[in-house]
């Protein structure tokens, strides 16, 4: 145990920024597992799904280069367990989710991980981490907000495992866009994030990056969005990425042209990234050294 304040608080003391820093993923699986998870949901919640299943499966979808996550449904856990699945492409302009259901956790095992196992999904799907096993932050922080979301967007919001950047909880992400979001329950109403991007719009505000971009591009989209008010969530798509002695340029695309973003990276002050962190590290963080727009 610790006597540290959650980290949370900790990172939200220091005003840790977050863009930049949206967990990496171009391709998603999302598998339902109704009920009490283990610290690693896969591997430690024998109650939910045999340890060695979820170990092949986890070793079937990573191998593929994908992204796993298991999902449960907000609230009070069901009397009869279902076995539901998303597979997401999240590539910027090829998003699509794909989704079915299987008879129990082995059909996960046989998944065929393009989808076509099953039906493409007319609507989004929201995730918010709420793995208190893995870090008291993202129970204590993420459960209130997928409360709140489900609420309103009931049929598409879950509860999710790990999805990285514990000291920004409460994370969210929002599919197929792989937009990652942080700090979510600080938002007064944070269904209206859902509701922004029901109309082609993010929040920068809360917005870590977008999944399938490199971290730079993430951080180089922040500050241009900073700089000429831009929401849209399929606006400012990378043209270019060149990393140089001291610095990175980005280029952007602009409504009246190229935009360049010129960045520069450097390691924070030690800090805890998670509540159960027993030693201090830094972590990279972008800094802003040039912007030309036309």
Excluded at 173 to 184: I, M
Aim: hydrophobic letters at 40%; proline letters at 6%.
């Amino acid at each position: 145990m610790t006597d540290r304040r959650p980290c949370s608080d900790e990172a939200a003391g220091r005003d840790d920024p977050m863009y930049g820093t949206a967990s990496a993923g171009y391709s998603w699986v999302l598998l339902e597992l109704s009920g009490p998870w283990g610290p690693s949901v896969f591997l430690n919640s024998p109650t939910v799904i045999d340890p060695a299943l979820g170990r092949a499966i986890v070793r079937r979808v990573e191998s593929a280069g994908m992204r796993i996550v298991a999902i449960r449904r907000p609230g009070r856990r069901p009397s009869t367990r279902r076995w539901r699945w998303f597979v997401v492409d999240a590539r910027p302009g090829e998003e699509s989710i794909h989704h079915g259901e299987v008879d129990d956790p082995a059909g996960y095992l046989d998944l065929a991980l393009d989808g076509t196992d099953g039906e493409v999904s007319p609507d989004p799907l929201i995730a918010v981490c709420a793995h208190g096993k893995h870090d008291q932050c993202c129970a204590v922080r993420g459960r209130r907000v997928a409360a709140a979301i489900a609420a309103e967007f009931g049929d598409w919001t879950w509860e999710c495992s790990h999805l990285g950047g514990d000291r920004f909880a409460a994370t969210m992400l929002v599919l197929p866009h792989g937009l990652c979001y942080g700090r979510v329950d600080s938002h007064d109403d944070p269904a209206a994030i859902v509701r922004r991007y029901r109309e082609g719009r993010l929040d920068d505000a809360l917005l870590r990056g977008r999944t399938a971009l490199p971290h730079a591009v993430q951080a180089a989209q922040h500050f241009a969005r900073q700089a000429i008010g831009e929401d849209r969530i399929d606006a400012l798509a990378p043209l270019d990425l060149r990393r140089e002695e001291h610095t990175i340029r980005v280029l952007l695309t602009g409504s009246a042209g190229p935009i360049e973003v010129v960045l520069a990276e450097h390691l924070s002050d030690p800090l805890y990234s998670t509540c159960g962190a027993t030693a201090a590290g830094r972590v990279r963080q972008f800094v802003l050294v040039s912007l030309a727009a036309p």
